[in-house]
């Protein structure tokens, strides 16, 4: 076996660091003559007309986001009917106000667990219309398999 030089190790290391380096930056579209981005061609033609530019997530959601907070207690959900747009983006607070609980719409595969602890926040886009079971999947209780609950998805006009 032919002892390793350390020079030649360490320019090895220098160039597979500059090329690992140059391919991230180029993956990224960091490189000096890569086009803006589209987010950026936005912010630059705002800052253009005198308009803010940037601002907080909640000025950028889209205006028909729904907020649904359900809790589920002993064997039930609150509220059991979830009624909302097609298309719309819903966010779900589910709360758990004794044991673990599952939230389950199988037609938008969502499965998501509260525990008392905590609540947990998701979301989708309701981009299906129709009426949807939703569930508890967890069986920590024979009375879980027992709390339904319906996601109504109204067509729009």
């Known amino acids: 076996m032919t002892p390793i030089n350390p020079r030649r190790a360490?320019?090895?290391?220098?160039?597979?660091?500059?090329l690992g380096a140059t391919f991230v930056m180029y993956g990224l579209g960091l490189r000096a003559d890569a086009p803006?981005?589209?987010?950026d061609l936005d912010s630059l033609a705002a800052a253009e007309r005198g308009q803010a530019v940037g601002g907080t997530a909640a000025q950028n959601q889209d205006p028909s986001a729904r907020s649904v907070k359900v809790t589920a207690r002993r064997y039930r959900f609150d509220p059991s009917v979830i009624e909302v747009f097609q298309d719309e983006v819903v966010k779900v607070e589910l709360h758990s106000a004794d044991i673990a609980h599952s939230l389950t719409i199988d037609a938008y595969r969502i499965a998501k667990r509260a525990s008392?602890?905590?609540?947990?926040?998701?979301?989708?886009?309701a981009d299906q219309a129709g009426t949807f079971p939703y569930y508890c999947n967890l069986q920590i209780d024979d009375g879980c398999r027992q709390m339904r609950g319906q996601l109504v998805v109204k067509p729009r006009r």
């Open 10 to 18: 360490a320019a090895v290391g220098t160039l597979v660091c500059a």
């Open 36 to 39: 803006p981005a589209p987010d």
């Open 116 to 125: 008392p602890s905590g609540p947990v926040t998701f979301e989708f886009r």
